[in-house]
């Protein structure tokens, strides 16, 4: 089975001069996108570390709309999203995001730190095209 992870992070957020103001923005927009899409989403979205949030989705899935939704909650605040399509390792969904682990997680991180290095705000990396 296919997962989608999402992985952001806050371009430059210790440059921010409103920091702590949108972290705790960053809280509500991320209680708000797993209740608004429940539906799709299979480990919740939470902060891991500093100005980062991730999320485990179903796959297929239209992962567009959840960062549109980001891009429209913090309107002012430019992140980038490493996007990882793959399978997963560990499937105790009682666990949280950040405890899980897998091809899709690895992709998301790789996609994150290409998106860093080229100042790129979205990457999508898959982990074996041929199951996509």
Not at 27 to 39: H, S
Not at 45 to 54: A, C, H, P, V, Y
Not at 57 to 73: A, V
Request: with cysteine; hydrophobic share 40%; glycine share 4%.
């Amino acid at each position: 089975m296919l997962y989608c992870t999402l992985i952001c992070d806050i371009k430059s957020s210790k440059k921010l001069k409103n920091r702590e103001e949108i972290q705790y923005k960053i809280i509500d927009m991320l209680k708000a996108v797993n209740t608004k899409f429940k539906d799709i989403i299979v480990s919740p979205f939470l902060i891991t570390s500093g100005d980062e949030w991730q999320g485990l989705l179903k796959y297929p899935c239209d992962y567009k709309k959840i960062i549109r939704f980001f891009n429209e909650f913090i309107p002012d605040v430019q992140f980038y999203t490493g996007v990882g399509i793959g399978s997963i390792y560990i499937h105790n969904f009682e666990l949280t995001v950040n405890q899980l682990d897998g091809p899709s997680f690895h992709r998301a991180r790789e996609a994150l730190k290409f998106a860093k290095r080229n100042n790129l705000p979205l990457v999508i990396l898959f982990d074996d095209w041929n199951n996509i």
